[in-house]
């Protein structure tokens, strides 16, 4: 059973940075991909990015097209740790972010944290 804990949200002015963390334990951190969502007020939540530790421990990253060359995902297989670096922020990046993970070589998220809040201001 893996364990997820997003940290780092809060209260950002359009335009600023933001970085969350997500802490996972519980579990052999290189057997699993992970990946980052978010859900704002009243729509469905919604992919944000991944990052995969392939065998050839080469690192894939991915994007939606509404983060592309704002956000950056990165991961520290030493520290079971994987981060979300948010740049440039708009408004409607406002939302709870999730952090999730899934074994490598299937498709689903299987395990979720409970959510961080990220609100960005004008």
């Known amino acids: 059973q893996v364990q997820l804990v997003e940290s780092g949200g809060g209260l950002v002015q359009v335009g600023g940075s933001l970085r969350l963390s997500c802490a996972a334990s519980g579990g052999t951190f290189s057997n699993y991909r992970m990946g980052w969502f978010r859900q704002a007020p009243g729509k469905e939540r919604d992919f944000v990015g991944g990052?995969?530790?392939?065998?050839?421990?080469?690192?894939?990253?991915y994007y939606a097209d509404s983060v592309k060359g704002r956000f950056t995902i990165s991961r520290d297989n030493a520290k079971n740790t994987v981060y979300l670096q948010m740049s440039s922020l708009k408004a409607e990046d406002t939302a709870v972010y999730y952090c999730?993970?899934?074994?490598?070589?299937?498709?689903?998220?299987?395990?979720w944290g409970q959510g961080t809040q990220v609100t960005v201001s004008s």
């Open positions: 999730a993970a899934g074994r490598r070589g299937t498709s689903a998220y299987t395990y």
């Open positions: 990052i995969n530790w392939l065998y050839d421990n080469t690192v894939n990253t």
